[in-house]
């Protein structure tokens, strides 16, 4: 399931939250210098708040609520006993306490539809190292509330909450930490708010239905910190495999007032065939690698972010071993709007954002050598969304169209406007590499019957498939990248023919910091 994020080489209902205004929240341990340069009020209206779940977790009910089946913490395997014995939409109120499974490694709950957990004030269920599973199996539109969900050992890519990814489950005021695998799993028309999803092994939530695509998701109002704690990446070196959320085959996701930070590797990060997002109103800080990445998908709207001090170790890793790829913090990759795929928007519009001192800014990135049938997809075998059958990519007809053009992801129409970009060298401790707005490809080499070969696709996502920059706010020492990483440009460059990019921008090189 773990897909690479990076190019092949370039030869080849309201919530009870406590919130905090962003200007004076307090970093977790280890966290980065605060710029010097403040954003405008007017440019962080909609994201100057964090959602402090973890710090301060919503209680449940105290009593159990009238109808409820209680369940006795001293029981060991009280909780999937009582769930098996009782009818479907059955409410079960855990006793403050910790609350146990038997200790086989597949002892789990398996709820009936419609079934309620509620979790009394200091109500934890434990998965003491030996349970893989806390919550699995089919049944629909079931509900967690109020409880806390620790030390289960998921295997890699698997999930603790919903480990078979059922539909229309709803996740409130939990918390999921310490487990191996991901936190949780997703399912269709699920709704995870208000949770704390934190120093999960793997994930914190894995959005991936083995059968079928997820639609209408919602992650809302949570704190997502400190996961990937086996550092997947280093084990399975170019896995893509980590992130505080992934997100696969996704259609339809409202992504909004989230606190992402101090993730080993990629804050957010949907990857292949995603559709239809909107990424709002979060606060995305301080996480090991890139903010959001948005890779081979389609239709997104990203605005009213906070998003700083993201990149650091990743970007600084790459540049340190002389790399010269634009590693960024907003990174698209062979994405891009498509209006004959249903949406809300036909295109990628990223506007109204905060970019603070992140390790580089936006990368918009083609790799020619990824597509249909291609031994290059990195996509496990996937194909666009406009191609079914991914054997007709083949030559010849992979050559003439409509194959042409849709056998391959595009990142095109993509509009990135009214954001406002910092950057204050000093502060991210940089001399070099860390300051790049970039558009480009790879010349492209292989297979040997690819259509794509040569210069054509970094040509097209340049100048021909509606990328744009525009009436943004550039302030501190920015430098712009153009059709491939060799081009590195001045303002002049950037604005100029033929990339006109920025038109209607407002620069000030020496006031970042």
Known sequence: MGMKRR????????????????????????????????????????????????????????????????????????????TKSNPPNTTFWLRPGKHRLDPDRY??????????????????????????????????????????????????????VNHD?????????????????????????QKVRASCLRENGQYGMNAYK?????????VEGNEIVGNNTGDWERRREGCGCTGGIKFWAVNGADVRGNWVHDNRGTGLWADTNNNDFRIENNVLQDNDGAA????????????????????????????????????????????GGEPRIKARTDKIEIYRN????????????????????????????????????????????IAKPPLFADCRWKTQRVDIHDNRFVLDKSVVKCTAKCDRMAVLANYGTYPDWSPYQGERVAEAVTTKQHNRWHDNVYLGPWKFVAHDPSRVLDLGQWQGTPYQQDAGSTFRPQAGG
Request: glycine share 8%.
């Open 7 to 82: 190019r092949w080489a370039f030869a080849a209902a309201p919530l009870a939250l406590a919130l905090l205004a962003t200007t004076g929240c307090e970093s977790t341990s280890g966290a980065k210098a605060e710029s010097k340069a403040a954003p405008s009020a007017s440019a962080t209206s909609a994201a100057r708040s964090v959602a402090r779940v973890c710090a301060n977790p919503a209680a449940g009910p105290a009593k159990a609520p009238a109808g409820s089946v209680t369940v006795d913490p001293e029981v060991v395997g009280d909780l999937a006993a009582k």
């Open 107 to 160: 002892a789990q709950v398996i709820p009936k539809k419609g079934d309620r957990y509620l979790g009394a004030p200091g109500a934890v269920l434990d998965g003491r190292k030996k349970n893989q599973y806390a919550f699995g199996g089919s049944a629909r539109n079931v509900t967690i509330r109020y409880l806390t969900v620790q030390r289960f050992v998921a295997p890699p890519d698997e999930g603790v």
């Open 165 to 189: 990814s059922a539909d229309g489950w709803v996740i409130e005021h939990a918390t999921i930490q310490h487990n191996d695998g991901a936190g949780l799993m997703a399912g269709a028309r």
């Open 210 to 218: 083995a059968n079928g695509r997820i639609s209408g998701l919602v």
């Open 292 to 335: 959001l990445i948005y890779e081979t998908s389609y239709n997104a709207v990203i605005r009213n972010n906070m998003i700083r001090r993201n990149n650091w170790v990743e970007g600084r890793r790459e540049a340190d071993r002389g790399d010269t790829f634009p590693f960024a913090t907003v990174y698209l990759s062979e994405s």
């Open 354 to 397: 905060v970019l603070e001192n992140n390790w580089s800014g936006i990368t918009l990135w083609e790799n020619a050598d990824r597509f249909c049938n291609s031994p290059a997809n990195t996509s496990s075998g996937d194909c666009t969304l406009l191609v079914r059958d991914a054997d007709r990519c083949a030559e010849p007809a």
